[in-house]
Every structure is written in C-alpha cells, then in structure tokens.
C-alpha cells in the first residue's frame, strides 16, 4: 500500500476533479503489476496495473488506494468488473470512495463476487492524499489553502502596498510548485492593480507545465486590457469574477478576448464569495490557492472558505501600525473571538519559514 500511495500521487495536479489513485498486484509475495492514474480521460490505476499483471493476477492481491469505481464515467469504464474478471482472490482498499455514485457500493460487489476486501491500510495516509477531492466532494466547494509572505511581525506589505520580495527565491519556487498542484489560483483586483501578476507556475526542473486557472474577484471590473493576468490565455486561461456593477461594453469586449466573465450576486458591496466558491465547485474546480492581499484573505476567512494556512515566514521586521497585516478588516473586541488554528506545522525553507495550519471547523 505504501508503494500505491507513492505511485497515486504522481498525479499530483493532473487527474482533477478524479482522485489521485494507485494500484499494485502482488502474487505470492511478488508484484507483478503497478499503475497510477496519471490524468483526467486517462486509464485508471487499476486498469494499469492488472492489464500489466495479465494472468499473473489470478489468485493474486490488488492493493489500491481508493475504492475502485463501479459507476460509468463520461470518460472511462467501471473499474469493478475488471477486477472481478482478473481472478484476483483479495482487494485491499486505502479508503472507501466518498463519492455517493460509489461509496462502498464497489466493495459490495466485490465480496458478492467472492473476493475478500480489506477497508482502511493507511486510511489516514489515503485520506490526506486525496483531502482537495474528499472536501469538494462532501461540500461542494473546493479546498482552500490561502497562502501568504509575510515578514516575522506578521506584515505581508508596507504601508504602501510594497510586497516583492519579503521571501527569498526558495520559498517562491516553494509557491510556484503550490501552483502547478492546485486546479485555480485566486487574487482580487488590488494584486492586479497593484503588482500586475501573472499567476503563472514557474517552469522548473521538478514543476509541472500544467498552469492553474487564474480567477480574478473584480466586483467593478477595473481591470486594465493590458493586465498580465489576461496574456496567453492559450497557456494558462483567466476567469474574471464581477457584479452587476460592471460595465456590460466591458464585459462583452472581455470576452471577445477569449476571457471568462462571470457575473455574481453582491454581498456588502462586494463579490458574494459563498456564491462563487460555490459556482467554481460546479465546475469541477476542487483547489484553490487564494493569493489576495489582507482584505480580500480576512472575507475569505470570515466566510469560512479556507481550510489551510500557509505563510512563508522571512526573518524581517517592518514594524509600524500602517503596514499591511495578513488580515484585513477590524480587529476583534476580544480574543476569545480570534480565527482558531490547528495541526500547526513549521519546516524551514532555507533563509525562511513555512508555517501550514489547519483552520479549526469548531
């Protein structure tokens, strides 16, 4: 199971809204076939690996990290028959696919068949592996990691709007990797107008080519036709994100381009972000990496919607009560009332530091 694990997460960023998944035949104590699947239409692990075990795997054990399908996909077949037909004696299963259209009806089936099924080997481990497409698929909206560079005092801009660079390159290309693994990246109209990203994964040696979709909360829709974010949309597309308030010629010449608009309802003024992580779970979206400055982090906060924390940490001081925090908005009366964190992790990222932690769901 170990050896599945590390072959399902070869699909890290590829196989979205699917699960990473891995499989490995073993008869009598030999393996005789693996697989992984790889990316969205492709083969899945356990067709892989049977069809290289061939007749190998009579009498044999499947080991896979999730629930094998036993529903018709758009793209691909059941997984269920196909093990029943390769002879295998025994499935061993990470974890039972929370998909309803799934769910422990391939388990099911399995032992209606005769063949002995084992739930839970390295459950935790399974579970961790495939956390974005687990919560997107219990809630709908997609898993959220809001990711911010701050200096040790907790400032992650000057008081007028300076960022590039608190971090060193370690930790940016840390980010650029964080990218390429996620199906969107999100930032709101500040950071464009203020910094004019390109929300692109930087090409690396050990990064992915795949480029995240780039969404935009622009509830105005100020965004410049020269903007960065709205090159190449052939390699990495934009989504724009507005209200009612933007101008309709600007919406039609946005598209024109070949640039998504979606339209939402308000909330206090603004992009009613309930409404949109909501509208980017239906479209298959399950991650999301929000790189926003502090107002945009504290809505994303206050509203819920993020699961993960990550801060990478550099070892400066800005000081000054006119710098720019990680969240916006009013500090609260009491502390009783402050954002709970859990499972904190700190790992050193060469001159910085990355914090991750869980956002409490108490």
């Keep these: 199971m170990a ?6 997460a070869k699909g ?9 998944v891995g499989a490995v035949v ?24 049977l069809s290289q075990a061939g007749s190998r795997a009579k009498g044999g054990t499947l ?21 029943i037909a390769s002879g295998v004696r025994r499935v061993v299963v990470g974890m039972v696919d929370p998909n309803p259209q799934v769910q422990g009806r391939s388990v099911a089936q399995l032992k209606r068949a005769g063949i002995a099924v084992d739930l839970g080997c390295r459950e935790r481990e399974a579970r961790q592996l495939n956390e974005a497409y687990i919560h997107w698929v219990q809630t709908g909206r997609p898993f959220t990691i809001l990711k911010a560079g701050m200096t040790l005092d907790g400032q992650i801009a000057t008081a007028r709007g300076e960022s590039q660079w608190i971090t060193d390159e370690a930790a940016r290309m840390r980010a650029h990797r964080l ?33 995240p979709l780039r969404i935009v909360v622009d509830s105005r829709l100020r965004i410049p036709f020269k903007a960065a974010v709205l090159e190449a949309q052939q390699d990495a597309h934009t989504l724009l994100v507005t209200t009612s308030a933007a101008q309709p010629r600007k919406i039609a010449t946005l598209k024109g381009r070949g640039v998504d608009v979606l339209v939402l309802p ?35 906060v206050r509203a819920g919607l993020a699961q993960r924390l990550m801060c990478f940490v550099a ?3 800005l000081g000054g009560q006119d710098a720019k925090g990680l969240l916006g908005g009013l500090s609260p009366r009491r502390l009783r009332e402050a954002v709970l964190l859990k499972n904190v992790r700190i790992e050193p990222v060469e001159r910085d530091m990355l914090i991750e932690a869980d956002f409490s769901t108490d």
Excluded at 12 to 18: E, Q
Excluded at 182 to 206: E, F, K, Y
Excluded at 275 to 287: K, Y
Aim: with cysteine.
């Design 3 to 8: 050896l599945a694990l590390r072959l399902a």
């Design 12 to 20: 890290r960023g590829h196989t979205s809204p699917n699960p990473m």
């Design 26 to 49: 073993v008869n009598r104590g030999t393996i005789v076939g693996q697989g992984s699947h790889r990316k969205v239409g492709g083969p899945h692990a356990e067709v892989i690996a």
């Design 63 to 83: 080991y896979v990290t999730l629930e094998p399908c036993s529903h018709l996909k758009k793209r691909t077949p059941p997984c269920v028959p196909l093990v």
């Design 179 to 211: 990218r390429a693994d996620v199906d969107a990246v999100l930032v709101g109209i500040g950071t464009v107008l203020r910094d004019n990203p390109r929300l692109t994964a930087r090409p690396g040696s050990d990064l992915s080519p795949r480029q």
């Design 266 to 300: 308000k909330a206090r003024g603004h992009v009613d972000l309930r409404s949109l992580w909501g509208r980017l779970g239906q479209l298959g979206i399950t991650s999301l990496l929000v790189e926003g400055g502090s107002e945009l982090n504290a809505a994303v």
């Design 315 to 317: 070892p400066l001081l």
